[in-house]
């Protein structure tokens, strides 16, 4: 399903050289659940990032269902990206104005997705981690783990073939964590599935396979695998939202973004009010006076 050949991806900061990638070489199959553990800095998560085309390595290279990515463009990697990857971060990264299913609709938006599909995909993967109950509440209304299936959600509405995972489970509560990492597991039944953790005792009892991290290279493979030649070439599925679409997304964008001006202004007008005095006495101050009321 995907390899990675001699990959380096080396970062200079003044005289010092870190080796975020140093020669690794590894394959992965079309369904199971990977888990790599690894202290801070070992570059677990620099190869999830290549992985899911959010960097790009130094040389070596990145196959496909055998295809390389050596040639790869911008556009081949938004392609990648948006339909054959989906991500779930740590920190959730929900758009915090929107709705939970506008949240999960996101991803489809941007790929061009039409509107009573993108409804419908929405539903059935908020369905699927269980929050029938929540999909029309914002995101400021549901615990963490709520929002971490949200984000769940969101990154499975595309059916991806790959699901990368980082840290999925670092900002929850170990009760919690152990339903997410349950539902991580089910996922892996349908797709490659690899997640980057800092915890042992989750990684093997729920990974298929774990692969241990260190200063950029994989010191043990609990369960290695040889990628066979693949008959036909990994075809890039392109889509795009329409011209209207990125027009009313920027509308809403700047709307919020209004919105969002008026506390400030509520609370400088409530300085001012009192450093005036109270009821009667509501005005602007001096300009350095504002200043020093910021």
């Known amino acids: 399903m995907l390899e990675l050949k001699h990959i380096k991806k080396y970062y200079h900061v003044g005289d010092t050289l ?5 020669d690794v070489s590894v394959a992965f199959r079309k369904q199971e659940f990977v888990a790599i553990l690894g202290p801070s800095g070992s570059g677990k998560t620099t190869m999830l990032n290549i992985i899911g085309g959010l960097d790009r390595y130094d040389s070596g290279d990145l196959l496909i269902k055998g295809r390389s990515t050596k040639d790869f463009k911008d556009a081949d990697w938004d392609a990648y990206r948006n339909n054959s990857v989906g991500f779930i971060f740590q920190s959730y990264n929900l758009i915090t104005h929107l709705s939970i299913m506008e949240n999960v609709e996101m991803g489809m938006t941007l790929s061009g997705v039409p509107a009573a599909e993108k409804k419908k995909r929405a539903e059935d993967a908020l369905i699927r981690v269980g929050l029938k109950d929540h999909m029309h509440k914002q ?11 949200v984000a769940i959600a969101r990154a499975i509405a595309n059916d991806p073939e790959i699901l990368l995972a980082d840290e999925p489970t670092g900002a929850l509560d170990s009760e919690t964590s152990e339903e997410i990492m349950q ?28 692969i241990n991290f260190a200063d950029g290279k994989i010191m043990h493979d609990s369960h290695p695998h040889v990628e066979a030649a693949k008959a036909e070439a990994f075809e890039l599925k392109r889509t795009k939202m329409s011209y209207l679409t990125a027009l009313k997304l920027s509308w809403t964008n700047i709307r919020t973004k209004k919105r969002a001006h008026v506390p400030h202004g509520f609370r400088l007008q409530y300085r001012d009010y009192r450093h005036r005095g109270g009821p009667g006495a509501v005005q602007r101050l001096p300009e350095a006076d504002r200043q020093d009321a910021k």
């Open 183 to 210: 539902l991580i597991q089910d996922l892996s039944r349908e797709r490659l599935v690899i997640m980057v953790t800092h915890n042992p005792d989750l990684a093997k009892k729920y990974a298929d396979r774990v």
């Open 18 to 22: 870190t080796k975020a990638q140093d």
């Open 139 to 149: 995101p400021s209304q549901l615990s963490g783990g709520q929002m971490q299936r």
